[in-house]
């Protein structure tokens, strides 16, 4: 019902009809059974659950189960036995990877730190923040960096075939030749070869020459070389990113997010060699946008809490705190001291009597109390509140200069269309109108008398029949309130309203067509190419020439007198 008949649902809603209209239907209209009591709702939830693979199956599909259980603090207990808890392959849980233990089991998987960097990105990330990479590093292999090398052998002793590298990972490289490297290399790891490192990690420059050495070395001593060259490339991943820059790039962007967005190869730079917490050690908060987890203790937040006078307030002034507050469920702890715990509104929503006096006491008049409260201000007016709010308020909370006399009012009314345009523009003036029962008269001549729209059963034959003694004629009742006049034609009471009226309301008859006279129309000829223009362009001017016998005059200048075809003779 809700969204085919939205605007019946809208009425029914206001007016508190839902539970009556679907006091018939299965489980009252609503789609999900309306729970009795926790243990129901979690025995039911898990049965749904259960027809589910993931959570994002579930959510998508039944959206207002999935709701259900997080508002009730669950979702955790209906995937408990779910693979990976309901989460989708590769997804774990918020703070999964802030337990130790979790991110060493993800590090035992990985080989070497740069393996682990690029198959658990997150619980790389927390193993740096928290320093537990070199507990979990022990039995990784040591690569270089960006900016240092290996030098290492693919060697067949047996044959004296060799070849020599450098390379930042050697186990890597080794590898990579095995899938993709040139013919001769291929071959010689087909043939048996074996990977050894001969030295490093080198600074580039030094294990450029030393791989230079150890390939003249070998030659020398008679081995066949797999080698093309002499030696001496650095090989790939060379690049800009050495600490300093790091440091000069980072302390200019002035934060970690800003870094990595703008500055991608440096940020993956100093993850990789360790340098960010160092670079970034001197920049307030350590360049974090965003607190750590555990930074919001509730001593502090309860710290914050003692200086706001309401939650609102709490949220406006310190909005990250507040959600932490709320994520560790710790408002209504920290807001325990306050009055009504730091609550304005109730938390299902609608605004209690006590809740509106607590939020009219901080404000002086109706108009603040508007403003700062317009949720109060909505649940006051539409309960008839108002008046007991500010019984005790200086002008029972009106602001001074508040009593408009008829004369002022009037002016104001002629200025405005609508009631409603009335209230927006001068909000006092319209208080003033209401409180003293102006506001009929004032807008009496006004269209429908000032309404937008007019309600059901509005127009009586007795308030058409006010209206009908203040016009002469119908057309004049027409112009000026013309609801009224609708009203009055549609149930056929005009004749009886104007009984009593000159000619009965009606205009007096005029002569047909005495505006028009010959030169009135020959104005307009002037501007006409043919005589259908004419007819076009003023059909009563046209209509007067007509009957008058003007046209042939009237167009005997023009070519063949104004008709768009010559007449047959």
């Not at 001593?221 to 800009?240: E, L």
């Not at 058409?464 to 009055?488: C, D, N, Y």
């Not at 009606?506 to 002569?511: D, E, H, I, V």
């Not at 076009?536 to 003007?550: C, I, L, N, T, V």
Request: with cysteine; aromatic share 12%.
């Amino acid at each position: 019902m809700r969204t085919d008949h939205y605007q019946a649902f809208r009425a029914a809603y206001r007016a508190g009809w839902l539970q009556e209209i679907f006091c018939n239907h299965t489980n009252g209209g609503n789609r999900i059974a309306k729970f009795t009591s926790k243990e129901e709702s979690i025995s039911d939830l898990k049965r749904i659950a259960a027809g589910f693979a993931t959570r994002g199956q579930m959510a998508k599909t039944n959206p207002n189960a999935y709701s259900r259980a997080h508002q009730n603090g669950v979702i955790d207990l209906l995937f408990e036995d779910h693979p990976n808890r309901g989460f989708e392959e590769g997804r774990v849980a918020r703070g999964h990877w802030q337990d130790k233990e979790n991110c060493r089991k993800a590090a035992l998987e990985c080989k070497s730190k740069n393996e682990f960097r690029k198959k658990y990105s997150s619980a790389y990330s927390s193993a740096l923040r928290n320093g537990w990479i070199d507990d979990f590093s022990a039995h990784m292999r040591s690569l270089g960096s960006l900016y240092t090398r290996y030098v290492y052998t693919i060697a067949l002793a047996s044959e004296k075939r060799i070849y020599v590298g450098l390379s930042h990972d050697p186990e890597e490289r080794f590898e990579e030749h095995r899938r993709s490297g040139s013919a001769v290399v291929r071959k010689l790891i087909e043939d048996g070869a074996v990977l050894t490192r001969i030295s490093g990690p080198l600074d580039e420059s030094c294990a450029a020459a030393l791989e230079k050495d150890q390939i003249k070395k070998f030659r020398t001593d008679g081995w066949i070389m797999a080698n093309a060259d002499g030696g001496g490339a650095v090989g790939k991943g060379i690049d800009r990113w050495n600490k300093e820059e790091c440091r000069r790039v980072a302390l200019k962007c002035g934060s970690r997010r800003a870094f990595q967005k703008n500055f991608g190869g440096g940020y993956n730079s100093a993850i990789h060699n360790g340098w960010l917490e160092e670079i970034f050690s001197s920049l307030p908060n350590q360049g974090k946008l965003r607190v750590d987890t555990g930074f919001w203790t509730e001593d502090k937040l309860h710290e914050l809490a003692m200086v706001c006078e309401s939650r609102n307030e709490f949220l406006k002034k310190h909005p990250n705190a507040y959600q932490a507050a709320a994520n560790q469920k710790l408002l209504d702890r920290i807001f325990k001291d306050h009055p009504h715990q730091g609550l304005i509104k109730k938390k299902n929503g609608t605004w209690s009597l006590a809740a509106c006096q607590a939020a009219a006491k901080q404000c002086t008049d109706r108009k603040e109390f508007k403003e700062r409260f317009p949720g109060a201000h909505a649940a006051a007016v539409k309960n008839h509140w108002l008046d007991e709010l500010f019984e005790n308020h200086a002008g029972h909370g009106y602001r001074k200069n508040a009593e408009w006399d008829y004369d002022q009012l009037s002016a104001l009314v002629k200025q405005c269309a609508t009631r409603s345009e009335f209230k927006m523009k001068h909000a006092g003036a319209y208080e003033g109108a209401v409180r003293r029962r102006l506001l009929d008269h004032l807008f009496a001549m006004h269209p429908n008398q000032g309404f937008k729209s007019i309600p059901p059963g509005f127009w009586t034959f007795e308030r058409v029949s006010e209206f009908v003694s203040k016009v002469k004629t119908r057309k004049e009742l027409e112009l000026h309130q013309p609801g009224a006049f609708a009203a009055a034609h549609r149930r056929g009471w005009l004749n009886d309203l104007f009984r009593r009226h000159p000619n009965e309301g009606y205009l007096p008859k005029a002569a047909p067509n005495a505006y028009w006279t010959f030169e009135k129309c020959q104005e307009i000829v002037r501007f006409c190419r043919n005589r259908r223009d004419f007819m076009k362009r003023d059909p009563k001017a046209y209509d007067a020439a007509k009957s008058h016998g003007w046209m042939n005059e009237l167009f005997r200048n023009h070519l063949n007198q104004g008709y768009r075809h010559k007449k047959a003779a």
